[in-house]
């Protein structure tokens, strides 16, 4: 990489950062309970609308996970989910009615709260119905993971967006409130990811997963990426380029080994097929919101419509993080 | 006769103090050094919590770099103060702030009352020494190290390098072998008093204030000029992974602990509230003294720095993804491509099935659809049967499929009419076993119904494709095991090559093939190539077919062929 690329992309950095800035006039806040952050303690960054049903259960996961505050956006919610996170006593709530799409899908709104809360803690971005496994995530606190990589200082930690789905059409059964997703939707695909280069930042592209493998088999190109950078050692001079899938700059994208071994990484489980799904579909076919003309949700909604059951023969039945690991999804790298 | 405990602490001192109460209270000394880098309150709070222990001392606070001689001036300070305030320590043990108890201390003083004079301290010269990180072992002693290695990296290393370069030594004083070894170590009064009231010790200490690292060697080498009984071990169970920083406890590692029967261990994770809870509360056991055995806490971490160097092969993942090369297997097991067979036996998959036990699958890179075994629309791992998937990223596909299927050996049909991206990929691929009838292509056409022309410019077509593999298996750089022929040879003695592929795929199986698969029908084959011949194109492939010369009556014979032996 030359010297003009690199400082390209050092612009491109300063531009976002600059962008962020600006859309933080589009943030209302509405509770901010940031002064009772400590340091060392580690935040979680999310942006929704009408998640209501699924907070509970998201607010409790991370929770016993050792996240000490919620830094969240709601992005003109009309289900109850700003009153009900208002009421939490550990999260500071911000909210907009401004364009998701504008603000390049939440990105611009998260980065510039992490500039201004996040500068030096370790930092999670996730959205409502991702759930971040980690090695030993059973037995070992997400402290003990930030202890470790900041003692190897390593400053950003990967984790794969594993898509999991039911038996059986999406609304089979619905979700209730406080419940555990993975209960209804307990499958993934184990091994049908392909993963290339992005030489640019320096990031590994990941497709695949029962989404390519239902809907996008004969465009695969277009099939969302899966390749997830959430947990990150904060500095206000970084920012997520696009979702969390990558960063600036461009050292942070480097969670991948190039020499054969491995390093640590975990998996984001991605509850997204439940009964909600179609009616979420549905009203983002309408607010028109979502990434690249919302081509992702069309190609579910035709999917969707003919009752598509993204369970096969050779979905596993998710177990544990060492299931995960033994698969070669994750790995625990040198942490033992 | 006790044991006195000298501590260095520059973290978590609330889980310090927790350790030091617990030796003390036990009537075991203890002399704590705190790094002069933390904070006077904490530092404060610390010497308030073990303020009603008499039998705690605090040693002057020096700046401990990591590196430097601060940590070894602390030691000499702090076991100074041991010597002279408790006169009946008898072993003097150095741990850090961050250690833990595993078993009684009152077991550790039986241990060491068995041993009164032994030292123990890990203490290698230079040229053993395989764990040295960066590559400084010697020249540790010889160089220079103006450079702070955490803050000034680059001026460390340009420094270091230019010392090489010009050829720079210092001398090592007269008498002195250079040793290495762990930090952590136990030794006796007599030792430790020799080390210190050792009449050239301003002498020494100035040289090895300059030595890179010399806590890991000032003692180390020091203890072998005034002592016979050296143990060379630590007490201390610390492991070291691959960036030469240590291995970290957590609670799931309870029982490990329990079973390693080892005195100390560390680094503890401080937040592990389970092993402190567990190992602080031990009395001792009626059982006999058993000796530290750490064995399968070597074989973990062992094997998690083996999973972070080298990883596991053929796996291409978020965090694993090698560049060209560097992959140490570029599948992660062995497989076979056969091109021709398909072409020149009827129902070759089936029939190799049988003969190997293995999955056997068409052409799973036809141009029109994945031919998986047994016509699967998705296969292990959720792998889909899309053309559009499957070239859209042909090496994922491979490695995919190869790691998914992992003990499960995998076969497939390839051809010049499939896509060739991988062509390259598994020529390098040591997993790979390639068997080509070179020609075979030319059969199906032989029996289509397609107009001569057009068969003509397909033949042309292939076996340019064709040639152009068979060339490239030819490339030093090959890795797989390959085998060629071309189809009038393999025509000539089928079975010999076969059983040879056969006992490669499953060697164990030993068993003399009985079932030889049906060779299509060749009868008028010779004629058909002189009729490309005659129409301009010339198929070289397929080796010396006479026109009119049918091969034997093998395949002519109805029925189910057997072989005889």
Not at chain 1, 188 to 213: A, E, T
Not at chain 1, 320 to 335: A, D, P, T, V, Y
Not at chain 2, 287 to 308: C, H, M, S, T, Y
């Given at each position: 990489?030359?010297?003009?690329?690199?400082?390209?992309?050092?612009?491109?950095?300063?531009?976002?950062?600059?962008?962020?800035?600006?859309?933080?006039?589009?943030?209302?806040?509405?509770?901010?309970?940031?002064?009772?952050?400590?340091?060392?303690?580690?935040?979680?960054?999310?942006?929704l609308?009408n998640?209501?049903?699924?907070?509970?259960?998201?607010?409790?996961?991370?929770?016993?996970?050792?996240?000490?505050?919620?830094l969240?956006v709601?992005n003109?919610?009309?289900?109850?989910?700003?009153?009900?996170?208002?009421?939490?006593?550990?999260?500071?709530?911000?909210?907009?009615?401004?364009?998701?799409?504008?603000?390049?899908?939440?990105?611009?709104?998260?980065?510039?709260?992490?500039?201004?809360?996040?500068?030096?803690?370790?930092?999670?971005?996730?959205?409502?119905?991702?759930?971040?496994?980690?090695?030993?995530?059973?037995?070992?606190?997400?402290?003990?993971?930030?202890?470790?990589?900041?003692?190897?200082?390593?400053?950003?930690?990967?984790?794969?967006?594993l898509?999991?789905?039911?038996?059986?059409?999406?609304?089979?059964?619905?979700?209730?409130?406080?419940q555990?997703?993975?209960d209804?939707?307990?499958?993934?695909?184990?091994?049908?990811?392909?993963?290339?280069?992005?030489?640019?930042?320096?990031n590994?592209?990941?497709?695949?997963?029962?989404?390519?493998?239902?809907?996008?088999?004969?465009?695969?190109?277009?099939a969302?990426?899966?390749?997830?950078?959430?947990?990150?050692?904060w500095?206000?001079?970084?920012?997520?380029?696009?979702?969390?899938?990558m960063?600036?700059?461009?050292?942070?994208?480097?969670?991948?080994?190039?020499w054969?071994?491995?390093?640590?990484?975990g998996?984001?489980?991605?509850?997204?097929?439940?009964?909600t799904?179609a009616?979420?579909?549905?009203?983002?076919?309408?607010?028109?919101?979502?990434?690249?003309?919302?081509?992702?949700?069309?190609?579910?909604?035709?999917?969707?419509?003919?009752?598509p059951?993204?369970?096969?023969?050779w979905?596993?039945?998710?177990?544990?993080?060492?299931?995960?690991?033994?698969?070669?999804?994750?790995?625990?790298?040198?942490w033992? | 006769?006790?044991?006195?405990f000298?501590?260095?602490?520059?973290?978590?001192?609330e889980?310090?103090?927790?350790?030091?109460?617990?030796?003390?209270?036990?009537?075991?000394?203890?002399?704590?050094?705190?790094?002069?880098?933390?904070?006077?309150?904490?530092?404060?709070?610390?010497?308030?919590s073990?303020?009603?222990?008499e039998?705690?001392?605090?040693?002057?606070?020096?700046?401990?770099?990591?590196?430097?001689?601060?940590?070894?001036?602390?030691?000499?300070?702090?076991?100074?103060?041991?010597?002279?305030?408790f006169?009946?320590?008898?072993?003097?043990?150095?741990?850090?702030?961050?250690c833990?108890?595993?078993?009684?201390?009152?077991?550790l003083i039986?241990?060491?009352?068995?041993?009164?004079?032994?030292?123990?301290?890990?203490s290698?010269?230079?040229?053993?020494?395989?764990?040295?990180?960066?590559?400084?072992?010697?020249?540790?002693?010889?160089l220079?190290?103006p450079f702070?290695?955490?803050?000034?990296?680059?001026?460390?290393?340009?420094?270091?390098?230019?010392?090489?370069?010009?050829?720079?030594?210092?001398q090592?004083?007269?008498?002195?072998?250079p040793?290495?070894?762990?930090?952590?170590?136990?030794?006796?009064?007599?030792?430790?008093?020799?080390?210190?009231e050792?009449?050239?010790?301003?002498?020494?200490?100035?040289?090895?204030s300059?030595?890179?690292?010399?806590?890991?060697?000032?003692?180390?080498?020091?203890?072998?000029?005034?002592?016979d009984?050296?143990?060379?071990?630590?007490?201390?169970?610390?492991?070291?992974?691959?960036?030469g920083?240590?291995?970290i406890?957590?609670?799931?590692?309870?029982?490990?602990?329990?079973?390693?029967?080892?005195?100390?261990?560390?680094?503890?994770?401080?937040?592990?509230d389970?092993?402190?809870?567990?190992?602080?509360?031990?009395?001792?056991?009626?059982?006999?003294?058993?000796?530290?055995?750490?064995?399968?806490?070597?074989?973990?971490?062992?094997?998690?720095?083996?999973?972070?160097?080298?990883?596991?092969?053929?796996l291409?993942?978020?965090?694993?993804?090698?560049?060209?090369?560097?992959e140490?297997?570029?599948?992660?097991?062995?497989?076979s491509?056969?091109?021709g067979?398909?072409?020149l036996?009827?129902?070759?998959?089936?029939?190799?099935?049988?003969?190997?036990?293995?999955?056997?699958?068409?052409?799973?890179?036809?141009?029109?659809?994945?031919?998986?075994?047994?016509?699967?629309?998705?296969?292990?791992?959720?792998?889909?049967n899309?053309?559009?998937?499957?070239?859209?990223?042909?090496?994922?596909f491979?490695?995919?499929?190869?790691?998914?299927?992992?003990?499960?050996?995998?076969?497939f049909q390839?051809?010049p009419?499939?896509?060739?991206?991988?062509?390259y990929?598994?020529?390098?691929?040591?997993?790979a076993?390639?068997?080509?009838?070179?020609?075979?292509?030319?059969?199906?056409?032989?029996h289509?119904?397609r107009?001569?022309?057009?068969?003509?410019?397909?033949?042309a077509?292939l076996?340019?494709?064709?040639?152009?593999?068979?060339?490239?298996?030819?490339?030093?750089?090959?890795?797989a095991?390959?085998?060629t022929w071309?189809?009038?040879?393999?025509v000539?003695?089928?079975?010999?090559?076969?059983?040879?592929?056969?006992?490669?795929?499953?060697?164990?199986?030993?068993?003399?093939?009985?079932e030889?698969?049906?060779?299509?029908?060749?009868?008028?084959?010779?004629?058909?190539?002189?009729?490309?011949?005659?129409?301009?194109?010339?198929?070289?492939?397929?080796g010396?077919?006479?026109?009119?010369?049918?091969?034997?009556?093998?395949h002519?014979?109805?029925?189910?062929?057997?072989?005889?032996?």
């Amino acid at each position: 990489m030359g010297i003009f690329s690199q400082y390209m992309l050092r612009l491109a950095r300063k531009r976002w950062r600059f962008r962020a800035f600006r859309k933080r006039r589009e943030l209302q806040s509405v509770v901010n309970r940031t002064k009772a952050i400590k340091p060392e303690q580690i935040l979680l960054f999310s942006t929704l609308r009408n998640e209501r049903v699924r907070l509970p259960f998201f607010l409790r996961y991370y929770r016993s996970l050792g996240i000490s505050h919620f830094l969240i956006v709601d992005n003109n919610s009309d289900d109850g989910s700003r009153e009900y996170l208002a009421a939490q006593p550990d999260v500071s709530l911000w909210t907009t009615k401004a364009s998701y799409k504008r603000s390049r899908f939440g990105v611009d709104w998260l980065n510039w709260l992490q500039s201004k809360y996040g500068h030096g803690h370790w930092t999670l971005v996730v959205d409502p119905d991702e759930f971040f496994v980690y090695p030993f995530s059973d037995t070992r606190p997400l402290r003990a993971l930030t202890d470790w990589l900041d003692a190897s200082s390593i400053k950003s930690f990967s984790a794969m967006l594993l898509d999991m789905y039911p038996k059986g059409p999406f609304d089979l059964t619905p979700y209730q409130e406080g419940q555990d997703p993975f209960d209804l939707a307990p499958y993934f695909d184990s091994g049908n990811y392909v993963v290339q280069r992005n030489y640019k930042f320096g990031n590994l592209w990941i497709q695949g997963g029962p989404r390519m493998r239902m809907f996008f088999q004969d465009m695969p190109e277009r099939a969302p990426a899966l390749n997830k950078i959430p947990l990150v050692k904060w500095d206000r001079a970084y920012t997520y380029v696009s979702s969390t899938h990558m960063l600036l700059p461009r050292g942070l994208n480097l969670t991948y080994d190039e020499w054969g071994g491995e390093k640590a990484s975990g998996c984001l489980l991605h509850a997204k097929f439940l009964d909600t799904f179609a009616l979420k579909a549905e009203e983002e076919m309408q607010r028109r919101q979502h990434y690249a003309n919302s081509h992702e949700y069309r190609a579910y909604r035709a999917g969707v419509s003919t009752q598509p059951d993204l369970w096969c023969k050779w979905s596993e039945k998710y177990i544990n993080w060492r299931q995960l690991e033994i698969l070669g999804l994750m790995s625990k790298g040198n942490w033992a | 006769m006790t044991i006195g405990f000298v501590m260095l602490c520059h973290t978590a001192l609330e889980r310090a103090s927790e350790v030091a109460r617990h030796w003390a209270i036990r009537n075991c000394p203890v002399v704590i050094h705190v790094d002069r880098r933390v904070a006077v309150a904490k530092y404060d709070a610390l010497v308030k919590s073990l303020a009603d222990l008499e039998n705690i001392r605090f040693s002057g606070r020096h700046a401990c770099e990591w590196g430097t001689w601060g940590i070894v001036a602390a030691t000499q300070e702090a076991s100074m103060i041991m010597l002279q305030d408790f006169p009946t320590v008898r072993h003097v043990y150095l741990a850090s702030g961050s250690c833990l108890p595993l078993r009684p201390v009152e077991e550790l003083i039986a241990y060491l009352s068995e041993r009164p004079r032994t030292n123990f301290i890990e203490s290698v010269t230079t040229e053993d020494v395989g764990w040295t990180i960066g590559g400084l072992d010697l020249e540790r002693f010889t160089l220079r190290f103006p450079f702070s290695w955490r803050k000034q990296r680059r001026l460390f290393d340009g420094y270091v390098r230019l010392q090489r370069r010009l050829g720079f030594r210092r001398q090592i004083p007269k008498g002195i072998m250079p040793h290495l070894g762990s930090q952590w170590w136990c030794l006796t009064r007599q030792t430790l008093s020799a080390i210190l009231e050792n009449p050239d010790r301003a002498e020494i200490d100035s040289y090895f204030s300059r030595v890179w690292i010399p806590d890991e060697s000032y003692f180390q080498t020091m203890v072998r000029q005034v002592s016979d009984s050296v143990e060379s071990r630590s007490l201390t169970l610390s492991k070291f992974d691959f960036q030469g920083k240590p291995h970290i406890f957590y609670d799931d590692h309870l029982q490990l602990l329990r079973r390693s029967d080892c005195f100390v261990a560390r680094k503890i994770w401080p937040h592990a509230d389970r092993l402190y809870q567990s190992f602080m509360g031990n009395e001792p056991g009626a059982q006999a003294i058993a000796e530290p055995n750490p064995g399968k806490i070597d074989r973990l971490f062992a094997k998690a720095v083996e999973r972070r160097t080298k990883g596991r092969p053929g796996l291409y993942m978020q965090s694993r993804h090698p560049n060209e090369n560097w992959e140490n297997g570029r599948t992660a097991a062995p497989y076979s491509m056969f091109e021709g067979f398909s072409d020149l036996f009827e129902n070759f998959e089936v029939w190799l099935g049988k003969a190997t036990g293995t999955r056997v699958h068409g052409h799973i890179f036809a141009p029109d659809a994945v031919n998986f075994a047994g016509g699967e629309k998705i296969y292990n791992g959720a792998i889909c049967n899309s053309t559009a998937t499957r070239d859209y990223n042909p090496t994922s596909f491979l490695t995919n499929l190869i790691w998914n299927t992992r003990g499960e050996r995998q076969c497939f049909q390839f051809g010049p009419q499939d896509n060739q991206t991988l062509i390259y990929f598994m020529a390098g691929d040591p997993n790979a076993q390639i068997s080509i009838i070179s020609g075979a292509w030319a059969i199906p056409m032989f029996h289509s119904n397609r107009n001569f022309s057009d068969i003509r410019r397909e033949a042309a077509r292939l076996q340019k494709i064709e040639a152009h593999f068979l060339n490239e298996l030819r490339k030093p750089w090959v890795k797989a095991r390959v085998r060629t022929w071309t189809l009038a040879e393999f025509v000539e003695n089928p079975m010999e090559p076969l059983q040879n592929i056969v006992d490669e795929i499953s060697p164990r199986a030993m068993r003399r093939l009985t079932e030889a698969p049906r060779l299509a029908d060749l009868s008028g084959f010779g004629q058909f190539l002189q009729n490309l011949r005659n129409q301009g194109m010339q198929p070289a492939l397929m080796g010396d077919f006479p026109t009119g010369d049918d091969p034997r009556p093998l395949h002519a014979r109805r029925g189910r062929p057997y072989l005889v032996k």
